[in-house]
């Protein structure tokens, strides 16, 4: 079992900038991809950004492209997302997304809200 800690989240103007961050709570040394999703109200949960435990591959959401960064720290097992020019419609919960690739199983944070205001 492993629990993700994620941070960061809170109230922002649009145009404004947050950082995330997703901690796993023990070292990972299975292949695995760290990411984030969101969910505003009445939506599907949407992947926002990816990256694998090599850093080597990342992913991100058509809407987010060129304003998101995702990186990632194996040395404190954390995944830090970087949001620019954030929009209003970027609002939503933010929730961390640890999958074991070989295993194929998933972990989740308990989330953390993102609101952007006009």
């Known amino acids: 079992q492993v629990q993700l800690v994620e941070s960061g989240g809170g109230l922002v103007q649009a145009g404004g900038s947050l950082r995330l961050s997703c901690t796993a709570d023990?070292?990972?040394?299975?292949?695995?991809?760290m990411g984030w999703y969101r969910q505003a109200p009445g939506r599907q949960r949407e992947l926002v950004a990816s990256i694998t435990s090599g850093a080597s591959t990342t992913n991100y959401a058509d809407s987010v492209k060129g304003r998101f960064t995702i990186s990632r720290d194996n040395t404190k097992n954390t995944v830090y997302p970087q949001m620019n020019s954030l929009k209003p419609e970027d609002t939503a919960v933010y929730l961390c997304?640890?999958?074991?690739?070989?295993?194929?199983?998933?972990?989740w944070g308990q989330g953390t809200q993102v609101t952007v205001s006009q």
């Open positions: 023990r070292n990972i040394f299975s292949p695995n991809v």
């Open positions: 997304n640890l999958r074991f690739v070989l295993r194929n199983t998933d972990y």
